[in-house]
């Protein structure tokens, strides 16, 4: 049996208790109420794993002392609207050129000829299997945006609204 810990809408914290199969077969306000609990939701064969976010120490006890926090939170967890009034950023790849928006298959099909499957971290490795991620990336440094109505339109509209809805303060 595994146990999650999940924050709600409402801030609330949660330990989810999980059997073998994934299956939610409770909930609680504590960890030290479920006998026999373990953090995580998949067990592993490799003896040789650490977290580098506990450094060894007691990860029971540290979820315990978050979960005793002031979860008074105002924001949301996520934030998503329509943007009707976004101006087209111009959307330009190196080796592409524009790339008109909405995409159409054809420049989908540009991108990933100019992208490179995306890798990611299992253990120690990095590595690159598309049954477990079929994604592809670009070098950020090959993709510009061409409208400095654009730029404009992220920082005086987009970041004070996501920061607004999330709750958080703006960066300075």
């Known amino acids: 049996m595994a146990a999650t810990t999940s924050f709600l809408g409402s801030g609330n914290p949660n330990v989810n208790v999980v059997n073998r199969s994934g299956e939610t077969v409770g909930h609680r306000h504590s960890l030290s109420a479920i006998p026999g609990a373990t953090l995580g939701t ?70 990933i000829d100019v992208s490179a499957r995306a890798p990611f971290g299992m253990g120690s490795q990095t590595v690159v299997d598309s049954k477990v991620r079929d994604t592809w990336e670009i070098e950020p440094s090959k993709i510009k945006f061409d409208n400095p109505a654009w730029t404009r339109f992220i920082q005086d509209y987009v970041i004070p609204t996501v920061w607004q809805a999330l709750g958080v303060a703006a960066a300075t």
């Open 42 to 111: 998949e067990e592993s064969d490799d003896e040789d794993q650490s977290s580098e976010v506990s450094e060894g120490h007691d990860l029971r006890n540290d979820l315990e002392e978050a979960l005793q926090g002031d979860f008074d939170f105002k924001g949301s967890f996520y934030y998503g609207a329509l943007a009707p009034t976004a101006p087209n950023p111009c959307l330009n790849i190196e080796g592409l050129g524009s790339i008109g928006l909405p995409l159409g298959e054809r420049d989908a099909r540009a991108i």
